[in-house]
């Protein structure tokens, strides 16, 4: 089963096309990143598969369902910022926030809230209201709302703002427990240092077209180039003539499709190597050789 | 999720405020009236305040009265107008609707918690315009705006009960204004604005004769006609068009509210 899938989603608002035949394929159980520069269309598409925009083409199914109000019972959601009755406290707005939908049963209303104060690190919070708390404090409270109902796919949008690194590897530590327990992460971000700690699988949007899904691993392809660090740079410049690509101190780049090979040639000729690392594509390379400029530049 | 709206509506200070205001301002005119001793000359100010010298039994119409051209509306619409676009623009309503919450279930929600507020607001007002009438003035049988015989006890007290139906009916024509354009705004001190405004534009049009024409149409042309529930006989004409125009602004705007909020993306 699929976790969430789209057939030719659209989204046009006038002439402006903001969503352009998007087919997203997150499978069940991936923590699937959702990348894109700014103005991409990854917000559209996240209010699209929470139904809150309507599309103009295109179907979506989310837990195999395309009844969308029926599987979101199911899904944990934070839309960009977190949001909160300010003049209550945290607990009455999980509370309220329970009780205005289905699936959230009274019974255990209290423990699951208590459950999920606990899981984000604001067992403690007391009963100052939110208009009190921190930006961190309201993200962690706006992931507690989305973990009330214990839900099979959490669909997140920036879920690291606010958070300093402390807090943004304590959430990335819940989220990989969460997932590890069953839930499917779909996490939509433009920090890709944060998607690539996290995530196993990613969709890459650009201009409204999702120009890249594949896994993670398959994207970080070896460039050929492989570090070398050596004590004995000069005799291995020698050596290795014309593949050489840079130099820097007793760091070379050398161009290699064998690494294997290039190590025992280093190793026969008597040089010390100290390192010899292949060079993997990063997930920034990637996104950037596949995206355009965001929206907000406007050149 | 109408319990949740009612919850959230008397949880909230603002409301509170509101019902306080509501009551104090009826309740220093009556203490300034009884005081001085001075009511307006008959046919000027508020109905009935020149008679509640006499009679306290009259106050709860007087309160309302007074209270019907600007405070009951604004107040209304304050609440009305916050229901969609409050929720917008606090950022929840996103979260409401991914919830899910039904877009249509959520709308009759927030419209049950205006008219509860509409409810106690206009029972609370007459209650405690009852209490204070009956403190400062003294209660006797009620006499018959058009001669006949007084009125006593149960026949009064039906009397001010049908006055605060028809002032509820009344301003619940306000609380449909209000919540349509909630749906079309994020900002809800626009909504509820621009449905003063409305309502403002009908007051100055039917007072002014060059608009005659479209005057029996105008959303707060019946609004005083509550006067003539305390005639004898009741004289029901103006009541009845008051109330069928009420209904017609109420079904009208509630369908553009549903309307336009059941297929609008929502990006706030």
Known sequence: MTAIRTEGLTKRYGSLVVVDGVDLEVGDGDRYGFLGPNGSGKTTTVR?????????????????????????????????????????????????????????????RRRRIEEALETVGLAGVGKRPVKAYSLGMRQRLGLAAALLRRPRLLILDEPG?????????EIRDLLFGLNAAGTTLFISSHLLAEVEALCTRVGVLDRGRLVIQDALSALRQETGRVL???PDAAAAVALLDGRITARDGDRLMVTAPDVALLNS???TAGLRIAELRSEVRSLEDVVLEVTGPGSDRLA | MILTELRKLFRRPRTWMALFLLDALPTVVAIFVAVTKVGPRPGEGPAFLSAVLSNGALFPAAALAIVLPLFLPISVAVVAGDAIAGEASGGTLRYLLARPVGRTRLLVAKLVSAVAFIVVAVVLVAATAFVVGAHLFGVHPLPALSGGPPLSGPAATSRIALTVVYVGWSMLGVAAVALFLSTVTDSALGAALGALAVLVASQVLVVLDAAAAIRPYLPTRYWLAFVDLFRTPIFWHDIVRGVALQGVYVIVLLGFAWANFSSKDITS
């Open chain 1, 228 to 230: 070398v660090r050596t």
């Open chain 1, 48 to 108: 699209m598969l929470l139904g809150l925009v309507h599309p103009t083409a295109g179907s979506l199914e989310v837990l195999g369902d395309a009844r969308l109000k029926r599987a979101l019972a199911e899904v944990g959601a934070i839309v960009e910022a977190p949001a909160a009755y300010g003049h209550v406290s945290g607990r009455k707005n999980l509370a309220l926030f329970d009780a205005a939908g289905p699936g959230g049963s009274r019974r255990t």
């Open chain 1, 161 to 169: 703002n606010g958070l300093d690194p402390q807090g943004t590897r």
């Open chain 1, 265 to 267: 040639q280093l190793v």
